[in-house]
């Protein structure tokens, strides 16, 4: 698995030196953290876990230990306060939290699907299934930190824990603007599930009924849109970018006289004048910035719109039901395998591959065949996702 990306569950997974790996990680020791579970097969018989087993680190806080491209990284559990961009040690946060990653019935080790992405202010839910409230609190996860709710499409594992959390939603007294997208065409459905009990109702949710071939929502920093998949029922996609900016060059500074307050009058207005009264323009000290992406693909078969959606993207987190073996069912019930979501990979330049909605048939013996799969035509990061796993978005390429 050479390139690929490895990823522990949590720094107290029984049977994985868990007494090490948290004490490593009080210390601080990240690497001695990672040696620790390098190497080992993670058996099933090992996997079974507990959230409450979660490991602290160095602060004292909740963490996680996750290991990608060989190079461990501890995640701490955090709180947003109300109305703050969330951070750790000061930089934004762009991360996917798992909270589920089965597809169609939950099994012992995998929630119903159910994922956050974390991007700087905002939190998109993403297709929440049965037991996502709970899940939520396994992760760190608040209702105030949800300002979407996706749904790709209406079969119960995608949306099987809406109710829980608009509740949970109204419960907390979320006081911003929860928006709600889910295909049109389920629109009887998003209904009973926002309205299925009884419970003192909130007005912050919004629904945001989505049709047609491309739905683009401006929302805070970035821009979510949705595409259309191809599913046994009406099924969307999602995706999230940043607009392009500029990276300053500090050499160009440097070599024009442009320095402290000079520079943020530059940014703001284009143009500033140097103390030797000679002009200087913002494209003459700067480069052109992509903006970051990511993009959420649940139940589909391969179809345009899967790979309009991965086009470019930073982070791809793609349902990979099946492997090829099983193609076959993946053909009848509408869903891709490891080998397609690979593909779908590779064309698209995709930088992180994130794969999830599994079979139950397979275990976590069987994810090792997964990236194999992928390995055939695409060569960047995957994870394999598991539960309360936390994924960071790739650093900005230079
Ligand atoms: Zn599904
Ligand atoms: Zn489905």
Redesign the pocket.
């Known amino acids: 698995m050479t390139g690929s990306t490895e990823v522990t569950g949590s720094a107290g997974i029984p049977g994985l030196a868990e007494t090490t790996n948290e004490e490593s990680a009080r210390a601080g020791n990240v690497r001695g953290a990672a040696e620790a579970t390098r190497g080992r097969a993670m058996s099933d018989a090992a996997w079974p876990y507990s959230p409450g087993a979660l490991g602290d680190a160095a602060d004292g806080r909740p963490a996680f230990l996750t290991v990608i491209d060989k190079w461990p990284i501890i995640l701490c559990r955090h709180r947003r306060p109300m109305g703050e961009t969330p951070s750790i040690g000061g930089v934004s946060v762009r991360e996917l939290v798992v909270l589920g990653t089965s597809s169609a019935v939950p099994t012992r080790h995998r929630n119903h699907n159910g994922y956050l992405l974390r991007w700087d202010g905002e939190g998109f839910l993403f297709d929440p299934g049965e037991g996502t409230q709970r899940q939520m609190l396994h992760a760190g996860v608040s209702a105030h930190d949800i300002t979407w709710i996706c749904v790709t ?1 209406f ?1 119960g ?2 949306c099987l824990g809406v109710p829980g959390v608009v509740q949970r939603i109204a419960r907390d007294k979320v006081n911003h603007e929860v928006r709600a997208a889910y295909p049109a065409s389920g629109e009887t459905y998003w209904r009973r599930l926002r309205n299925a009990s009884a419970f003192t109702d909130t007005d912050v949710i919004t629904p945001r009924p989505v049709s047609g071939e491309v739905v683009r929502w401006p929302s805070g920093p970035v821009t979510l849109t949705a595409r259309p998949l191809s ?3 009406q ?1 969307y996609g999602y995706r999230v970018d940043e607009p392009g900016g500029r990276r300053m060059l500090p050499e160009e500074l440097a070599r024009r006289g442009v320095r402290g307050p000079m520079i943020g009058e530059l940014q703001r207005r284009g143009s500033v004048t140097t103390p030797d009264g000679s002009t200087v323009t913002l494209a003459e000290c700067s480069a052109p910035r992509p903006g970051q992406s990511a993009a959420f693909v ?2 589909t078969r391969l179809c345009d719109g899967a790979f309009a959606l991965a086009d470019g993207v930073d982070l791809l987190v793609i349902e990979s039901t099946f492997l090829s073996g099983e193609s076959a069912l993946a053909a009848q019930y ?1 869903h891709l395998t490891a080998a397609q979501a690979g593909q779908i990979a590779a064309a698209c330049g995709v930088r992180r591959l994130v794969l999830t909605h599994f079979s139950e048939r397979y275990t976590a013996a069987d994810e090792p065949r997964f990236v194999d799969e992928v390995r055939k035509s695409y060569a960047g990061d995957v994870v394999t996702a598991r539960d309360l796993m936390r994924v960071p978005v790739p650093k900005r390429a230079a």
């Open positions: 499409h079969h594992d995608h599913h046994p029922v099924s649940m139940d509408g």
